[in-house]
């Protein structure tokens, strides 16, 4: 059974900086993507940034310049590196797999990890 746990998110005054990670466990037929979304109370979970099986990489407008998605494949973790962070950055960040099998995908999600971005 595929797993993925979060970690590094807190609280932090504006300006400054986190990085979370995702480590993911458990058998993975092929990975296609990996990414982290966000959500606010209140708001729709939406997607922060992507990293393809290739490495390519997409970013929500609000964050392109100021976050980096990465992955490092031997340790099975992905990253979030996020600089200049603004109060509405705060939320709950969740990372996501999608697997990819002949003819089906599956996605399989992380418990979520907060950051609270006040001074």
């Known amino acids: 059974q595929v797993q993925l746990v979060e970690s590094g998110g807190g609280l932090v005054q504006p300006g400054g900086s986190l990085r979370l990670s995702c480590a993911h466990s458990g058998r993975v037929f092929s990975i296609d993507t990996m990414g982290w979304y966000r959500q606010a109370p209140g708001k729709r979970r939406e997607l922060v940034a992507v990293i393809r099986s290739g490495g390519s990489t997409n970013y929500a407008d609000s964050v392109k310049g100021r976050f980096t998605i990465s992955r490092d494949n031997a340790k099975n973790t992905m990253y979030l590196q996020m600089n200049s962070l603004k109060p509405e950055d705060t939320a709950a960040y969740y990372c996501?797999?999608?697997?990819?099998?002949?003819?089906?995908?599956?996605?399989?999600w992380g418990q979520g990890t907060q950051v609270t971005v006040s001074s």
């Open positions: 996501k797999l999608r697997e990819r099998r002949p003819g089906v995908d599956f996605d399989y």
